[in-house]
C-alpha cells in the first residue's frame, strides 16, 4: 500500500514540476463586500444651490446647443464674464463673484477667446484656460475623456472655480457619440468632476441637422443620453422677425430637471473693441420672454434650399383656401400633404399667407381662410351675444397674426383653449 501512495504522490509532484502549482481559490467574501445603502431617514434634505436662479447650478452639469453662428460660445463667455466680475444677470440678479474655467477644441483663448471676455466686461485675473496635460513630463493636449481626473485637481490648487466650460461636450467622449450607453459612461465622469467640485459645468454642442419643429431638446446632436443626462438644456436660436421688426435671436430653456422649462431671453450679438486694434463680439441682453422653447425658436437652420419648397407650399394652400369661405383644415392641407410637405412646412406657408383661424365649434375642428372679408354664410350668422360669433367677428374684422402664428383676439384665444403652434396643431 505504501508503494501505491508513494506512486501517487510522485505522480502528484510530476505533474507540479511540470504545470507549476496550482492557483489558491479566491477567499470567501465579506460582510465588506456588497451593494450600499442608506435610508432616508438619515439623509438631510438640501436645496439645489443656483449660480444663476433656475439656468445655472452649482455641482450640475448643463447644455448649451444651437445651430452654427447662433453666438453659442459667445453666450458661454458673456455668462463667465458675468461671474468673474459679480455682476448681473440677465433676469436683473447679482452674480456670485468666482474664478472660472475654458476648455475649447475649437477656439484660440489668445485671439478669440480672452477678447470676447473683455468685450463682456470679464475680470482677466479670474479667467483660466485648459491648455493641455502633462504626461511622462511632456505637455500633450488635454482630452476631456482622459484628463478629468487630473482637472479636478488642478480646479482644487486654483479654488474658487464656479463654472466650467467645455466646448465640445461631444469631446468627452472616447466612442461613439450616437450610442447611449457609451455617451452615459463617458458623461458620467463629468457629472462627478460638476459635483466634487461643486462648480457648474457648461457643455456646449450643435444641433443635429434635421428634425424641425420637434422639441429642441431632441435635436442635440448625438445620443439622447446627453440630454438625459445633463440637467438643463439651453437652446439658442434666431427668431425671424415679421417684416416690421428685426431678426432676434433668443436663448431659451429646453429641458430642466431641478427648475421651470420655460422661459427665456432676447439677446443680441453686437461688435465692439475691448482694446486698441482687437475687436471682438459680445452680448447684448434684451427683454425676458415667456413660453417654451418649442413655441418661441423658429427653426434654426435657414436653409435657402427650402425656399423653392416654401412657396410650392403656399401656392398648394393659397389655392385650397378661399378670402369669403371658412375651410376646415384638414380637407384645406390634405393636398398639401399627400404632396410631401410636413406640418412645419404647412404651418410656415399658412403664417406666410396671414392665414385666419377659428374652431368649428367647441368639439369641432378648426377652419381656415384667406384674409379678408368674411362670407355670410349660415354658420357666420350668429346670436349677437353667441361665442362663436365673437370668433367669427374678429376673424371677419381680418385679425390674424402673421408673426405669431396665433389669432390676435385673445377672446378666441380664451374660448378655444388653444394658441397656434403648440402640440395640437390644428390639422
Request: aromatic share 6%; net charge negative.
Amino acid at each position: 500500500m505504501n508503494a501505491r501512495y508513494d506512486d501517487w504522490a510522485a505522480n502528484i509532484d510530476a505533474d507540479m514540476a511540470k504545470y507549476g502549482t496550482p492557483t489558491p481559490l479566491p477567499p470567501l467574501r465579506t460582510e465588506l463586500d456588497g451593494v450600499v445603502l442608506k435610508c432616508a431617514a438619515d439623509l438631510t434634505p438640501s436645496p439645489v444651490r443656483w449660480l444663476w436662479q433656475y439656468w445655472l447650478a452649482l455641482g450640475k452639469l448643463h447644455i448649451l446647443a444651437g445651430a452654427p453662428g447662433q453666438g453659442k460660445t459667445t453666450l458661454a463667455l458673456a455668462m463667465a464674464a458675468t461671474v468673474t466680475m459679480g455682476g448681473r444677470w440677465p433676469d436683473g440678479s447679482i452674480a456670485t463673484a468666482g474664478n472660472v474655467l475654458i476648455w475649447s477644441g475649437e477656439d484660440d483663448p489668445a485671439d478669440t477667446l480672452l477678447p470676447r471676455l473683455l468685450a463682456a466686461g470679464a475680470d482677466r485675473a479670474k479667467c483660466f484656460f485648459i491648455e493641455g496635460a502633462r504626461r511622462d513630463g511632456e505637455v500633450v493636449p488635454f482630452d476631456p475623456a482622459r484628463d478629468l481626473g487630473q482637472l479636478l485637481a488642478a480646479i482644487e490648487k486654483i479654488g474658487g472655480i464656479k463654472l466650467l466650460v467645455i466646448d465640445p461636450i461631444v469631446s468627452a467622449v472616447t466612442g461613439d457619440s450616437h450610442k447611449n450607453t457609451e455617451v452615459r459612461r463617458a458623461m458620467q465622469p463629468v457629472v462627478d468632476l460638476a459635483a466634487a467640485c461643486g462648480c457648474a459645468v457648461l457643455g456646449i454642442t450643435h444641433f443635429a441637422k434635421g428634425g424641425q419643429g420637434t422639441d429642441p431638446a431632441q435635436r442635440v446632436v448625438g445620443s439622447v443620453a446627453f440630454t438625459a443626462v445633463a440637467r438643463m438644456v439651453m437652446v439658442a436660436a434666431k427668431v425671424k422677425g415679421n417684416g416690421e421688426t428685426k431678426d432676434t435671436r433668443i436663448l431659451a430653456r429646453a429641458k430642466s430637471s431641478i427648475g421651470p422649462e420655460s422661459g427665456g431671453f432676447h439677446y443680441f450679438l453686437e461688435q465692439s473693441e475691448p482694446l486698441p486694434g482687437i475687436e471682438a463680439s459680445h452680448i447684448a441682453w434684451g427683454d425676458a420672454v415667456e413660453g417654451t422653447a418649442r413655441e418661441l425658436l423658429t427653426d434654426p437652420e435657414d436653409d435657402p434650399a427650402e425656399s423653392e419648397d416654401a412657396s410650392d407650399a403656399c401656392e398648394l394652400l393659397r389655392a385650397e383656401l378661399d378670402a369669403v369661405y371658412w375651410t376646415n383644415s384638414e380637407q384645406a392641407t390634405q393636398p398639401l400633404k399627400s404632396a410631401g410637405f410636413s406640418k412645419k412646412q404647412i404651418w410656415q406657408a399658412s403664417k406666410k399667407l396671414g392665414v385666419c383661424r377659428k374652431k368649428d365649434g367647441m368639439k369641432g375642428g378648426w377652419l381656415w381662410r384667406l384674409p379678408g372679408t368674411a362670407g355670410t354664410r349660415p354658420e357666420d350668422s350668429k346670436p349677437e351675444d353667441s361665442t362663436e360669433d365673437s370668433e367669427g367677428s374678429s376673424l371677419r374684422n381680418g385679425e390674424s397674426s402673421e408673426s405669431s402664428g396665433v389669432l390676435e383676439s385673445s377672446r378666441t384665444q380664451e374660448i378655444t383653449g388653444h394658441a397656434w403652434g403648440s402640440d395640437s396643431d390644428p390639422f
